[in-house]
């Protein structure tokens, strides 16, 4: 399975090919991490990472332990973009 990319850092290279986008849910499925992503157009989309990819995404939010990571930023590349 070919998986997205996804940063809770604005990337430091490369800039034209990611886009913004806001947390609107996580779930697991079949084994991977989906997040969905709601875009700077208003559409959702999903994006499929490895549950290691989500675990690194959500340690560099620096939310509080009780902080929900919905309604975080994050950048995105759906693959093949």
Known sequence: MTHDRIHAR????DLER???GTIESITDRDGHCVFEVRT???ET????VTTAIRE???RRLDLADD???IGSHVW????GG
Request: proline content about 8%.
């Open 18 to 20: 990611w886009s913004v």
């Open 45 to 48: 989309i999903e994006l499929v």
């Open 76 to 79: 995105y590349r759906q693959h």
């Open 10 to 13: 604005k990337p430091t290279h």
């Open 40 to 42: 700077a157009a208003g």
């Open 56 to 58: 690194l995404v959500l």
């Open 67 to 69: 902080e929900s990571p």
